[in-house]
């Protein structure tokens, strides 16, 4: 319990530094690019939201103290500014829009791309000295330096453009359907996010398996495997319960670490495939210097990339019982 | 009693439990071959306790390893064979039965091993046989017909092993599963190899094996971790009484542990072998420890056995040189005062053993013939017949005078020791 | 009871410090070069090197002329196609070479000197000091670094490279600190370091020459990943056209190739060489790092010896 209350207390740090670094940049870099914006919005929102976001954007000339807990005020009440690109829907309604899809293409590409690379890590490093092995290592760690972008434009050449199996943009047919719960739409979401999700799977699986091979490689030299050969145990019950339960811990943390990469990776690849998620309006926010959605859409991604990280420290307690003591 | 001599007819005795013979092992390392067994043969009876001595890289755990098939790459077996007795006389299959349940209760005298559905472990329904104390080393009838346990398939090995033959790493700390607490590490052998006992019935028996070892029932669930390095040490003994083996081998088991502790571990091996007639090997560098409470001791000196002898016989008179240095390398509490001198030198790199015998380059007995062709293991002397040695000081062929004694091995040391000092001094 | 022994010819000769350096280097440079991957991947890297160096000298043409020949498949006049603008992509590519590498190295060498300082200092002096230092580390370790980045480039007035590489190195540094951190924990409870304390040498001539020659792999496996990382990142970033998009690099002509929907056009050589190179050249990065592993962890390398006979092949047999 005293380690996961430390683990807290840091992810509520960690939120901190996000919410006052997005506070912070826009005062920090020099010139004013916000102001131009704030122009052209003048006299066309009312003056609350103007005023929030000349707070968002460190424009007013009240002290920087009053600025910043005003600026906290403003999340607090789910304020994030009014954007540009999709005026004049406010930030916080264009990502709830949006951050769904996400959602569900992130985190169902990051289940499966975990669990696969770890259960091959663990097949690869049981059968060490096998061709299996010498294939897959070098094959993976190619793919592991593949950018994920571009990984994406191939795919979406190849397998959309060419080959003509998957749809080439978009979350869904608009078609013919819309975003309901229908058949008809689950099947057009499904087949729309199988390219984007099949990228990230691909571009992120090669870290988890090599991890999990070198780990498992470690760990299955240690006395306590040796022990349960000695014992007669099963192999899958060596495999799973004796080695892979140990080596999977490191490879818990090193999920947790690389969260924000994938994340990102994940990200680009949305804007390749013109997925209607949270990286698609970044990439919106970017090209129209969109400064309010910009903003926003950082802090929900830290706070998720966050979230996540805290999932997986919770994971690693349940599984690792050295932690659950108090720390010496 | 004592050990045979290899290639002797073995099937007199119905005793016999383990024969080893001709064990060499290699291993392959990229600065050259490393002979790490060389043509090591031993047996073991049943309920006796065999002590394996020998310094770091002398082979022992090598040896170890090498019995129950636990060598990984680059270690190879060269050679060689192990045969194990089996209890039962249907064959192997029938090992599968399980014994009587381990409890504190008294021996029987009735020896004869009748086929009873006697109860075990709750599990009525399965066919036991009493076994009891060690007395049963003694039964008749036992149809001795060996297996070689390097020849097992991978099925037969892995029925084998821990039901016939149990393993204590030196280490218990390394050697526990950090992510299961150590209920889970006896019950899971349980499973493994009594598929008919519920789960009620292996929680019994693993909170019996842990009251039989001496720790507290409540730490059933505790993970390795939680326990101290004494208890970690039971745990592991708990663990491998579990299915009441024929034979443990004991890796080291107190060198880890303070002497408080040592100690009490050994009260404890000592105690359950003679309760439940365990064989057990027992691997230390401490002679001390095996003096008192081994049966027989082997002593193993680069890759093979110099010496075998009973611990009174040892005690009383060493035949090898190193077995007298060895045991005179720590001072006791009695006798007169005298130099410790030690062994000079150090003990072979294994990829470079002297000509002829290993030892001699450090022996301040060692003459003409010690480098120029290797002693096997042969009786010492007439009198002593069982107590083997390989030393050519005992081989008429190449020694045609006096055969040492205790008196001429202090003396020769202690002249080498002098030597030494004076060469140091100039 | 341990056996008391000792050595009959009294070693006099005291190894020297420094042949014993020189030995150590030596080892290495052995075991670099024999380990495969490492041969593969260092192969790799040099030849981009080369190529970043040499290639702009080579072929002087102007990789941003105009041409006649718009969007063009490779051909003998254009090697790779051209693009949207008659441009010759392989012009473009062995030109961008040299720009995406430079910015690369440099970024991932300031970023590694960063985590190197704040993970060592960190790691050495415990206490205050390292609280601090780890509670920042562990905060822009958790903070998703393209985001930040993109963020922080789009605020930054000016376009280019520096910005790149500046929000690179903030977003990069931290993955080596932490490891290096803990290194450098368990190097300082380790006996030579006491005795150094011991004999009064002043902490920084322990950090720098103590303690880091001795994780001088990691040290090198880190910079190469954080090279790794800063290529992708900054390819990423000017392929969302915050980086100058008039300087030709890998990542401008996705931008470009992005922007003139090269996809939907069908123009697949100038989106396939530049990602390529990043691939290859990340891949012979990572097998560089896939070798210092094996060295420096000896458990992951390759088992010598001849094939294993039945008997002694027990996983085998046992599976």
Not at chain 2, 136 to 162: C, H, K, M, Y
Not at chain 2, 270 to 277: D, I, K, S, T, V
Not at chain 3, 100 to 124: C, D, P, Q, R
Not at chain 3, 209 to 224: R, T
């Amino acid at each position: 319990m005293r380690h996961l209350s430390r683990r807290i207390g840091f992810y509520l740090v960690a939120l901190w530094a996000s919410v006052t670094l997005n506070f912070l940049i826009p005062r920090l870099t020099p010139g004013n690019p916000a102001g131009s914006m704030m122009a052209r919005l003048h006299g066309r929102v009312s003056p609350q939201s103007l005023h929030a976001l000349e707070i968002a954007f460190g424009i007013t000339h009240d002290p920087l103290w009053s600025q910043y807990l005003q600026y906290l005020n403003n999340l607090l009440h789910g304020d994030l500014g009014i954007s540009i690109t999709y005026y004049p829907t406010p930030v916080a309604a264009v990502i709830a829009q949006e951050i769904p899809w996400t959602l569900m293409l992130v985190g169902v590409s990051l289940v499966i791309s975990f669990v696969l690379g770890t259960l091959l890590g663990v097949l690869v490093a049981w059968r060490r000295n096998s061709t299996l092995d010498s294939l897959f290592s070098p094959l993976f760690t190619f793919f592991s330096a593949i950018p994920y972008f571009w990984l994406a434009l191939i795919l979406l050449y190849i397998l959309g453009y060419l080959l003509n199996w998957f749809p080439i943009n978009g979350g869904y047919d608009t078609t013919t359907t819309v975003p309901e719960l229908s058949p008809d739409f689950i099947w057009s979401a499904f087949q729309h996010g199988i390219l984007p999700a099949f990228t990230i799977v691909i571009s992120s699986i090669a870290g988890w398996l090599l991890g999990m091979r070198n780990a498992m490689i470690t760990t299955l030299s240690e006395d306590y495997v040796l022990m349960a050969e000695a014992k007669g145990l099963s192999q899958r019950r060596i495999m799973f319960a004796y080695a892979a339960r140990n080596a999977i811990l490191p490879n818990i943390t090193s999920f947790a670490l690389s969260l924000g990469f994938v994340v990102s990776g994940a990200l680009l690849t949305e804007i390749v495939f013109s997925y209607p998620g949270i990286g698609y309006a970044l990439y919106q926010a970017v090209e129209n210097l969109d400064y309010a959605l910009l903003q926003g859409l950082f802090l929900i991604i830290a706070i998720a990339v966050l979230g996540a990280n805290f999932l997986a420290d919770l994971i690693y307690v349940a599984l690792d019982p050295r932690v659950r003591l108090e720390r010496n | 009693m004592t050990s045979i001599r290899p290639g002797e007819d073995s099937t007199a005795t119905t005793n016999k439990l383990l024969e080893i013979n001709n064990i060499s092992v290699d291993y392959y390392a990229a600065s050259g071959t490393v002979h790490a067994l060389n043509d090591v043969s031993i047996s073991l009876e049943r309920g006796k306790i065999l002590g394996l001595a020998g310094e770091s890289g002398s082979g022992k755990s090598t040896l170890a390893y090498a019995i129950t098939r636990l060598l990984h790459p680059p270690a190879v077996i060269t050679g060689g064979e192990v045969l194990y007795y089996p209890r039962s006389s249907g064959g192997r299959e029938q090992q599968r039965t399980p014994r009587r349940a381990i409890t504190r209760v008294p021996t029987r005298p009735d020896t004869t091993p009748a086929p009873t559905d006697a109860e075990s472990a709750g599990d009525g329904n399965q066919r036991g046989r009493e076994r009891s104390g060690y007395q049963a080393q003694n039964s008749p009838g036992d149809i001795t017909e060996p297996v070689d346990i390097l020849q097992l398939t991978a099925a037969q090995l892995r029925t084998f092993r821990w039901s016939e033959l149990a393993i204590v790493f030196q280490s218990a700390m390394n050697a526990l599963n950090p992510v299961l607490n150590i209920g889970a590490q006896i019950t899971d052998v349980l499973r493994t190899h009594r598929p008919s006992m519920g789960a009620d019935s292996r929680r019994q028996r693993a909170l019996e094996l842990l009251r039989l070892v001496g720790i507290a029932p409540d730490r059933i669930r505790s993970y390795p971790h939680e326990l101290s390095g004494g208890m970690r040490q039971r745990a592991i003994i708990a663990i491998a009484l579990a299915l009441a083996p024929e034979l443990i081998i004991m890796d080291e088991p107190t060198t880890a542990l303070d002497v408080v502790v040592q100690r009490e571990i050994l009260e404890l091996v000592r105690a359950l072998c003679r309760e439940f007639g365990m064989a057990l090997i027992f691997i230390t560098h401490d002679l001390s420890l095996l003096l008192e409470i081994a049966d027989e001791i082997a002593i193993m000196y680069a890759g093979r056995i110099v010496e075998t002898a009973t611990n009174q016989e040892l005690l009383r008179q060493p035949r090898h040189p190193y077995s007298y240095g060895l045991l005179n390398s720590f001072p006791s509490l009695h006798g007169p005062r005298r130099k410790m001198t030690g062994i000079p030198g150090s003990p072979p790199d294994l990829r470079a053993v002297p000509a002829g015998c290993a030892f001699h380059p450090r022996c301040p007995m060692a003459f003409e013939a010690c480098s120029r062709s290797i002693p096997m293991l042969r009786a010492s002397t007439a009198e002593t017949p069982e107590q083997l040695v390989a030393c050519h000081l005992y081989d008429p062929r190449f020694n045609s005078g006096e055969i040492p004694t205790s008196e001429d091995f202090a003396a020769k040391y202690e002249a080498n020791f002098e030597a030494m000092i004076g060469k140091r001094r100039e | 009871m341990s056996i008391p022994s000792f050595e009959v010819n009294l070693p006099s000769s005291e190894t020297s410090e420094f042949s014993s350096q020189v030995h150590r280097l030596r080892d290495m440079w052995r075991l670099v070069t024999l380990n495969r991957k490492v041969a593969f991947g260092l192969g790799i890297l040099v030849f981009f090197v080369l190529v970043a160096i040499f290639g702009p000298i080579i072929l002087t043409k102007d990789p941003n002329a105009f041409s006649p020949d718009i969007l063009s498949p490779p051909s003998a006049t254009h090697w790779l196609g051209t693009t949207q603008t008659g441009q010759d992509v392989f012009l473009q590519v062995v030109v961008g070479t040299r720009v995406s590498l430079l910015l690369g190295f440099i970024t991932g060498l300031v970023a590694t000197i960063i985590s190197v300082v704040v993970g060592l200092a960190g790691g050495y002096f415990g206490g205050v000091i390292d609280d601090v230092l780890s509670m920042v580390t562990n905060v822009f370790l958790v903070l998703p670094g393209l985001p930040l980045a993109i963020v922080l480039a789009a605020f930054l007035p000016y376009k280019g490279p520096l910005t790149i590489g500046f929000v690179t190195v903030i977003t990069g540094w931290s993955w080596g600190a932490r490891v290096l951190r803990s290194q450098t924990l368990s190097m300082r409870s380790r006996e030579f370091v006491e005795a150094s304390k011991a004999s009064g040498e002043s902490s920084m001539r322990i950090i720098f020459f103590e303690i880091l020659p001795n994780e001088i792999a990691i040290v090198a496996a880190e910079l190469l990943g954080t090279i790794i990382y800063a290529i992708l990142a900054e390819t990423g970033l000017e392929y969302l056209g915050l980086g100058d998009v008039t300087t030709v690099s890998w990542g401008t002509m996705f931008y470009w190739a992005g922007n003139n929907d090269a996809i939907l056009l069908g123009a697949w050589w100038w989106i396939l060489p530049p990602g390529l190179c990043i691939a290859v050249l990340g891949a012979g990065l990572a097998f560089i790092n896939f070798g210092i592993d094996e060295i420096a962890n000896p458990r992951l390398r390759k088992e010598p010896g001849p094939k294993v006979d039945k008997i002694s092949k027990t996983r085998e047999v046992a599976a």
